[in-house]
């Protein structure tokens, strides 16, 4: 019997489907939450241009009131926890502000 054989482009292309997945279910998370916190998320990078790889991680910038910025950090660490994809987490409060005007042109979550 024949052994089937999953090449290493395969099991990459295959993660990058699940990540994808999984970033669009972060994303619905992070959408319900935001309004209820005065904020929003802003989603950027690889998954807003549909070119997340094996290896990427989903990025968000968070804007919220200075006492909701806690909870909502938590909010979306605990969401990409349960999704198992690592996040990279930007607070506009302490960001530069040439950073977040870049970025605050990707998928506002709010």
Same mark, same amino acid.
């Given at each position: 019997?024949?052994? +089937?054989?999953?090449?290493? !482009? ?7 489907a699940?990540?994808? +997945? ?6 619905? !998370? ?16 690889s ?11 989903l ?5 919220f ?19 198992d994809?690592p ?22 979550l709010?």
């Amino acid at each position: 019997m024949p052994v +089937a054989v999953t090449t290493l !482009n395969e099991r990459k292309a295959a993660e990058a489907a699940r990540r994808k +997945a999984a970033a669009g279910r972060i994303v619905t !998370n992070l959408h319900s939450a935001a309004a209820p916190l005065g904020g929003r998320y802003v989603v950027f990078g690889s998954y807003v241009v549909d070119a997340m790889r094996f290896d990427s991680d989903l990025d968000i910038l968070l804007d919220f009131p200075p006492e909701r910025t806690g909870e909502a950090w938590r909010i979306a660490e605990d969401a990409a926890a349960s999704a198992d994809l690592p996040v990279d987490l930007h607070d506009a409060r302490t960001s530069r502000p040439s950073f977040v005007a870049r970025v605050a042109t990707g998928l506002v979550l709010s």
